[in-house]
């Protein structure tokens, strides 16, 4: 069993920057992690991910360049840093464990194992 809780959600202002947090718990820090997000009426989408070591990062077109993610295995943590932040990137974002997979990074959202419950971030104009 892994136990997923993100944290840094919040509102904030178009133009500006936001880092959720994902902490892992429950077994070795030792496997890709992804974050999507949700927003009203869509479906979940993937963001990007990061490899178990971290040497690898992909990113989904939607938010490329505007986002960083890295991981700490020491701390069990994985981040999501977003700048230049739009009104479109509002949504709920989650964390998700490829706690099976092979350490690469996995795309499809059924690819991963456990997920956080969610944080919200909103954006205003």
């Given at each position: ?33 992804g ?12 963001v ?36 230049r ?41």
């Amino acid at each position: 069993q892994v136990q997923l809780v993100e944290s840094g959600g919040r509102l904030v202002q178009a133009g500006d920057s936001l880092r959720l947090s994902c902490a892992a718990s429950g077994r070795t820090f030792s496997y890709a992690m992804g974050w999507f997000r949700q927003a009203p009426g869509k479906e979940r989408e993937f963001v990007g991910g990061i490899s178990r070591s971290g040497g690898t990062t992909y990113y989904a077109d939607s938010m490329k360049g505007r986002i960083t993610i890295s991981r700490d295995n020491a701390k069990n943590a994985v981040y999501l840093q977003m700048k230049r932040l739009k009104p479109e990137d509002t949504a709920v974002y989650y964390c998700a464990a490829d706690v099976n997979g092979i350490g690469t990074v996995p795309l499809a959202l059924n690819e991963y194992d456990y997920w956080g419950q969610g944080n919200q971030v909103t954006v205003s104009s």
